[in-house]
Structure formats: structure tokens, C-alpha cells
């Protein structure tokens, strides 16, 4: 928004009309000018400002990136040593579970048979 420069009525009674008119034009030109400069050079700066963001960005992105790999990379590694521990736990549970099972299937016939001689010597005797 412009503002047009006023001067006093002195200063047009002194240098006439048409001089002080022409001085007010001249500051107008000159305040134009250094607004359009201003605005230049404002959006010069923005956009120095908004690569230099950008680039920034680009670098915390990178960086982020490659530290999120590397956890990432780690909690796998965690994770599968872990598997392996539960899978080793599993199988000696299946170990001690089979060796029970079997031991209890043993007595199971050894009482079985010993009541099928008890019961056949008592049939005969």
C-alpha cells in the first residue's frame, strides 16, 4: 500500500506548484522503489531460507532413517536369539514330557500284566 507524500503548504508557497509536485512525485518514485527492492530481496531471503529448511529436512529424514534401521536391526537380533532360547526351552520340556509319558506307559503295562497273572492264577487255582 503507497503512501503518498504530503508536503506543508510553506513548501509549495516557496518552490511553486509544480516543483513541489514534482518533489512529492520523486519521493513517491523513490519510496516505490526501495518497497519493490524490500520485497525483492525478502523473497530472495525466503527462499535461501526455505532450500536451506529443505535441506535440513532432507538430512534429519537421512539420519532418522538410518538410526531407525539400526534399532530395528538390534530388536531383530534380540528377537531371534529369543526365539531360539523359547525353542530350546520347548524342545526339553518335549524331552522330559516324552521320557514321563513313556515311564508312565511302562508301569501302566507292568501293572496290566501283573493283574492279568493274578487274575489267570486265580482262575486256575
Not at 23 to 29: G, R
Amino acid at each position: 500500500m503507497p503512501v503518498t507524500a504530503k508536503l506543508s503548504r510553506k513548501f509549495y508557497e516557496k518552490l511553486g506548484d509544480d516543483v513541489a509536485n514534482e518533489l512529492v512525485e520523486w519521493f513517491n518514485l523513490v519510496d516505490a522503489t526501495y518497497r519493490s527492492d524490500l520485497r525483492e530481496l525478502n523473497e530472495l531471503n525466503f527462499a535461501r531460507f526455505d532450500a536451506k529448511l529443505e535441506q535440513r529436512i532432507a538430512e534429519l529424514r537421512a539420519e532418522l532413517q538410518t538410526e531407525m534401521r539400526a534399532g530395528f536391526t538390534q530388536a531383530d537380533a534380540k528377537m531371534v536369539a529369543g526365539f531360539a532360547r523359547v525353542d530350546q526351552r520347548l524342545a526339553e520340556f518335549e524331552t522330559r514330557l516324552t521320557r514321563r509319558l513313556l515311564n508312565f506307559w511302562i508301569a501302566q503295562a507292568a501293572t496290566t500284566v501283573g493283574l492279568v497273572f493274578v487274575v489267570v492264577k486265580l482262575v486256575k487255582g
